[in-house]
């Protein structure tokens, strides 16, 4: 077990946090690599590089929110070996919009991250909620732990 | 470059779209750690441990097809480390249900695994589409990348 590591890893997540707490674009985007792949929430597929590292997007994101945004990580299980790391969890995000609308959503993520200049950094993100199979198609945005 | 580690993590992805192709439930889940944890297309927000690498559900699940389940890997990216790997893509699922409905689905991949006993094994799993913000909250199952 590499527990400094682990805990570089919990580290970087605990930012992310931080992150959405104070609405800090700079500090949510610090950790991507530049080559990052990210599966998130909202369409498309796939966003990389330069849509995910960019402040811009982040910041107008941020904006829609009235207050801070909260960020719970529950059952958070990471992994280390030689320069890579994954880790998983299942997350609520709580906050009120700018028009007046909360939100209390729990989604899974899974964060994988690589070791670069002495640093870790991550290079692939996946957020996600499930969808009902029942013919709705709908999102799964009222699911628990 | 862990080149021979990186080939093995692709044997045990390509087993998965030869399981889904032949619809193998023993195959499906021959390489799922134990203590697996699956973030999965379907509710709830997490399957754990026999509740995935049981083969009553998935046998239950591959006879409603009526033929072969396509599963197509596309821009797949590998990494492994030490006795971890992750890997990630986007996949097409293609195939007919027994109801007639087809399906032409495209998701997004992320596989944690971990070398144990000489052998990799799956130890997360998180497919999944994203959801249009739109106010509908529909699952956006007609992307493509």
């Known amino acids: ?42 369409p498309p597929l796939r966003f990389t590089g330069t849509e995910v590292t960019g ?8 904006d829609t929110w009235s207050g801070p945004i909260g960020w719970e990580i529950r059952d958070l299980n990471v992994a280390t070996g030689g320069d890579i790391a994954y880790a998983f969890a299942l997350n609520r995000m709580t906050g009120t919009k700018r028009d007046g609308e909360t939100t209390d959503l729990w989604v899974r993520s899974t964060t994988c991250l690589r070791r670069m200049g002495g640093k870790w950094a991550i290079v692939h993100e996946h957020v996600s909620v499930p969808f009902y199979m029942d013919g ?10």
């Open 136 to 145: 709705s198609y709908k999102a799964a945005i009222d699911l628990k732990p």
């Open 1 to 42: 077990m590499t527990t400094k590591d682990e805990a570089a890893i919990r580290t970087v997540l605990d930012e992310r946090t931080e992150a959405l707490r104070t609405k800090d674009a700079a500090l949510a985007v610090a950790r991507y690599a530049a080559d990052v792949v990210s599966f998130d929430l909202a």
């Open 55 to 62: 402040t811009t997007g982040v910041q107008a994101w941020f």
